[in-house]
């Protein structure tokens, strides 16, 4: 079941009312129920088990941890965290990365011995596989470290892992951010309805309108790049990075406005990231819970070794006390970035993702000083709007590049499209009449452009007002029903609605 499905919407007009009448302490096994509903639904419900697995392990490991205490204990306490993320980490290893690690064993066995190739298994990974692994890892790294006290029940913990609106692409949740509201919710309150049903129609939106239309165009090209060279190749890697937020955050959007519904405060995932005016920047807006739990919990052990802090003291000397300190964050860096190339997905091309953002980002930090007096002496105003927009488009440009790695499967096909895309100099074929023959009539892409304007729109208010909710509710009842009824028929008559509702599976649901 995916969340932009009508199926979503019929589990949760049934489950919200069930919910606030049943007593608060039946609320956690309700909702587990509900999540064994959605997962019934999914393409392969059996998979199950491996999240069932994933959350028996955790809760247990986790208990065990809490009575371990002294030298004796600690060193327990070590074990039981040791084969807890063995078997989390594990399940995810073997579903998900078996296939490409024995292509690389494959692969250096062509040259040494022939005889030694294995076949190479295709395992069905439970959706959001990826999501959860992390959520039990951190919640495990966290019991260890005494920052939380392991849940009582695993019921509780069952939820924590696997409340269903954020099964299929998280958010990446850490207990003390929804234990206040996930075990018990709140009182029924119709704003909290209203604000969290708003928030999903905006999320359909973004899928049917903006991400379903634009995808069109960029599977057309990606298709057959050979037979779209030159201005295609960037309409198309510029489309797929609105298209992937769009269906990213309005993933989000359902997922966080359906929690809300519940009185179920989950955090946020993405902060208006087309504002940034850096690379880093960006990735502080955009999948913020991920670039968290990487930073907390392997940057900053990192950094924290002893091996990290050896490598500062030999770097001192030649380098300096400031460039021994920049060296080991730019390695620290440099492995978090491998690592979340790494997580989306078993292919040299993720990884190649992650090798060129982490490069953006150090170029960027290693520059900045120096473009910083470069602008001053030309008399660039650095606070002015014109120069704000200039960096957000270059950041946008940047990202577009690098999310080809990601939309491109395998590293070779990603450099030879880039190559085809630098072979041609065509603009003005994107005005002679051969884009509808992709797919997108001129009124999808008039379309296209009026959902953008309004995706920015959006984007703006919640920049200089906080809250695209709370500024509408101040506004006057015919103008605020005005926008929400045209919202809701605007995605209605003109979203793009794919045979059986196939267009509804989001982009992230594979990880």
């Known amino acids: 079941m995916s969340p932009a499905s009508l199926s979503f919407l019929v589990l949760l007009a049934i489950a919200l009312p069930v919910y606030f009448l049943i007593p608060k302490k039946g609320r956690t096994a309700f909702l587990l129920l509900a999540g064994a509903v959605f997962y019934a639904f999914s393409p392969r419900p059996w998979t199950l088990v491996f999240v069932l697995l994933n959350i028996f392990v955790t809760h247990f490991s986790a208990r065990s ?212 005016r850096t690379v880093q920047e960006f990735w502080q807006r955009w999948h913020i819970t991920l670039g968290v739990w990487m930073r907390d919990y392997v940057m900053y052990p990192i950094l924290r070794s002893s091996f990290v802090r050896s490598l500062k003291k030999r770097l001192k000397e030649p380098l300096g006390r400031k460039g021994a300190e920049r060296a080991a964050t730019y390695f620290a860096m440099s492995v978090l970035w491998f690592l979340i190339g790494l997580w989306h997905g078993g292919g040299w091309n993720y990884i190649g993702e992650g090798i060129y953002f982490c490069c953006c980002i150090i170029a960027g930090d290693l520059l900045s000083a120096r473009a910083h007096r470069l602008w001053k002496r030309l008399g660039v105003d650095e606070s002015s709007f014109g120069w704000h927009f200039l960096q957000s488009v270059k950041v946008f440009l940047l990202v577009a590049v690098g999310n080809m790695f990601f939309r491109i499967q395998g590293l070779r096909r990603v450099f030879h499209v880039m190559r085809l895309g630098l072979s041609v100099f065509n603009p003005w074929v994107l005005f002679d009449g051969s884009v509808p023959e992709m797919g997108l009539s001129h009124g999808d892409i008039n379309i296209l452009i009026l959902g953008v304007l309004l995706l920015f729109a959006a984007g703006w208010i919640r920049e200089r007002r906080g809250s695209v909710r709370e500024w509408l509710s101040r506004q006057v009842l015919p103008f605020r029903y005005l926008l929400i009824i045209g919202l809701f028929y605007f995605t209605l008559i003109y979203g793009v609605y794919g045979p059986g509702f196939e267009s509804a599976a989001f982009i992230y649901e594979k990880f």
């Open 65 to 276: 941890m809490a009575g371990c205490e002294g030298g004796e204990g600690r060193k327990k306490a070590g074990w039981l965290l040791f084969w807890g993320l063995f078997c989390d980490i594990g399940i995810l290893a073997v579903l998900k990365y078996s296939g490409f690690f024995i292509g690389i064993w494959n692969g250096l066995a062509g040259f040494i011995a022939p005889s030694a190739v294995l076949p190479v298994p295709v395992f069905p990974a439970p959706m959001g596989i990826s999501f959860y692994t992390l959520i039990s890892a951190g919640y495990l790294l966290d019991c260890y470290w005494g920052i939380i006290s392991p849940n009582g029940s695993i019921l509780k913990t069952g939820l924590f892992i696997g409340f269903f609106p954020q099964l299929t692409s998280g958010p990446i949740t850490r207990l003390p951010e929804v234990e206040g509201t996930l075990f018990e919710g709140g009182a029924f309150e119709w704003k909290r309805i209203i604000f969290g049903a708003e928030r999903i129609l905006f999320g359909f939106f973004k899928k049917f309108v903006i991400a379903s239309r634009a995808s069109i165009l960029v599977d057309a090209v990606y298709r057959d790049p050979d037979g779209h060279p030159g201005i295609y190749i960037w309409t198309a890697a510029f489309l797929f990075m609105l298209e992937l937020y769009a269906d990213f955050s309005g993933c989000m959007d359902i997922v966080l406005g359906a929690a809300e519904c519940f009185g179920i405060r989950l955090p946020e995932n993405f902060r208006n990231p087309f504002f940034s």
